[in-house]
Nanobody
């Protein structure tokens, strides 16, 4: 059974940084992709970034390009989201997601497994 456990959220001032972590258990194969989504109050869940575990290819939404970096650690079976130059509009609950296969969809429906969500709040 696949489980995704997130950590690292919190409160930060605009311009600051945070790093989210997502530890995966029950999925050890390399033919998978992992991603981060976020959901602000009253809004739909939106794609942030994704990484293919084999090959390390990445995809980002335009609003975070140059500020956020997704990476994976095979030894720890953990995916990270380094978030720099944070803005108030980045405030949301951030979710880790995983799917079988290297393809990196931007739709939430493309992922089979989800973490519990982690609040990120950026104050102005």
């Amino acid at each position: 059974q696949v489980q995704l456990v997130e950590s690292g959220g919190g409160l930060v001032q605009a311009g600051g940084y945070l790093r989210l972590s997502c530890a995966a258990s029950g999925c050890t194969g390399s033919d998978r992709a992992m991603g981060w989504f976020r959901q602000a109050p009253g809004k739909e869940r939106e794609f942030v970034a994704a990484i293919s575990w084999s090959g390390g290819g990445t995809t980002y939404t335009d609003t975070v390009k140059g500020r956020f970096t997704i990476s994976g650690d095979n030894a720890k079976n953990t995916v990270y989201l380094q978030m720099n130059s944070l803005k108030p509009e980045d405030t949301a609950v951030y979710y880790c997601a995983a799917r079988a296969g290297y393809f990196r969809p931007i739709s939430p429906g493309g992922y089979q497994y989800w973490g519990q969500g982690n609040q990120v709040t950026v104050s102005s």
